[in-house]
């Protein structure tokens, strides 16, 4: 069966580091996308970045280049969303998903929660 | 950035009735490989989003068939022939044509 399990839920204070995981298992980790997703309380889909496992290629949407930093470990097939410096507006759902290029995202975790609050 | 625009942002409907979602993009995502990176997901609530359309009309694995996705180059249409009870949720229109991704800002299906 192919599945992303994600590592669980976080509460962290205002400038604190963090790294959420996403471990894929049942496919080719190297030969598929993951994408993370943002979901702010009560608020819609945004596609943060992806990144490419096979050669660690890796896109960022504008509104989050510069403020997570995306990255892979194909040797344990888990991919990574960090931040270096958390804010109160990072508090949110994140999903990752299983992605071939374009968008088709086929495949999702069930999400990280990260909750920032002092 | 290409932004997409979904119309309405609500839509309550009667079990057996049809509904329809509109999403534009700012540019024509036919690329030139012939084609158009359009997606619908759904997110059913208190669920992760799942995808129900790729490249405009072609139906995801197990996507009932009262689901049909249509439209070119900025303009798409995402029909419910008969909505049911289990197709409440937010639908979001996204479009893949660049190295960036983006989402609507999804629509709120209720049933009445």
């Known amino acids: 069966e192919v599945q992303l399990v994600q590592s669980g839920a976080e509460v962290k204070k205002p400038g604190e580091s963090l790294k959420i995981s996403c471990k894929g298992s049942?496919?080719?980790?190297?030969?598929?996308?993951i994408g993370w997703v943002r979901q702010m309380p009560g608020k819609g889909l945004e596609w943060t970045g992806s990144?490419?496992?096979?050669?660690?290629?890796?896109r960022y949407s504008p509104s989050f280049q510069g403020q997570v930093t995306i990255s892979a470990d194909k040797s344990i097939s888990t991919a990574y969303l960090q931040w270096n410096s958390l804010k109160a507006s990072d508090t949110a759902m994140y999903y990752c998903?299983?992605?071939?290029?374009?968008?088709?995202?086929?495949?999702w975790g069930k999400g990280t929660t990260v909750t920032v609050s002092s | 950035d290409i932004v997409m625009t979904q119309t309405p942002l609500s839509l309550s409907v009667t079990p057996g009735q049809p509904a329809s979602i509109s999403c534009k993009s700012s540019?024509?995502?036919?690329?030139?490989?012939?084609?158009?990176?359009l997606y619908w997901y759904l997110q059913k609530p208190g669920q992760s989003p799942q995808l129900l359309i790729y490249?405009?009309?072609s139906r995801f694995s197990g996507v009932p068939d009262r689901f049909s996705g249509s439209g070119s180059g900025t303009d798409f249409t995402l029909k419910i022939s008969r909505v049911e009870a289990e197709d409440v949720g937010v639908y979001y229109c996204?479009?893949?044509?660049?190295?960036?991704?983006?989402f609507g800002q999804g629509t709120k299906v209720e049933i009445k």
């Open positions: 996204m479009q893949g044509i660049h190295l960036t991704w983006t």
């Open positions: 990144i490419y496992p096979g050669d660690s290629d890796t």
């Open positions: 540019q024509s995502l036919l690329h030139s490989d012939g084609k158009t990176y």
């Open positions: 490249e405009v009309s």
């Open positions: 049942g496919y080719s980790f190297t030969s598929y996308w």
């Open positions: 998903a299983r992605a071939l290029g374009g968008g088709y995202m086929d495949v």
